[in-house]
């Protein structure tokens, strides 16, 4: 059973910067490769939603909202994945989720969370 640690969460101002990481363990001795990885987040009072996933071959999807600020990538050598956010406003603040999916779309496993919080 895999599980995710997330790190790097913190108070930013706006327009600041922040990578947030996604260690992938447990994992029976294989990578987290197999894993497609996502980054969900949720603000309060509002829904969890989509930030940004890759799948193993490295491709990334990215929620509109955050195209062209967010940069999702993965080390499968470290089973971890990172999310570096740059030009950071208030409406990001949320809490960031990890998410490792298997590739025929069953979640298996979520973080607990990691605090983000941007100062206007």
């Known amino acids: 059973q895999v599980q995710l640690v997330e790190s790097g969460g913190g108070l930013v101002q706006a327009g600041g910067s922040l990578r947030l990481s996604c260690a992938a363990s447990?994992?029976?001795?294989?990578?987290?490769?197999?894993?497609?990885m996502g980054w969900y987040r949720q603000a309060p009072g509002i829904s969890r939603e989509l930030v940004a996933t890759?799948?193993?071959?490295?491709?990334?999807n990215y929620a509109d909202s955050v195209k062209g600020r967010f940069t999702i990538s993965r080390d499968n050598a470290k089973n971890t994945v990172y999310l570096q956010m740059n030009s950071l406003n208030p409406e990001d603040t949320a809490v960031y989720y990890c998410?490792?999916?298997?590739?025929?779309?069953?979640?298996?496993?979520w973080g607990q969370g990691t605090q983000v919080t941007v100062s206007s």
């Open positions: 890759i799948n193993s071959a490295g491709s990334p």
């Open positions: 998410n490792a999916r298997w590739p025929w779309g069953k979640d298996a496993a």
């Open positions: 447990g994992t029976s001795g294989s990578s987290s490769s197999i894993y497609n």
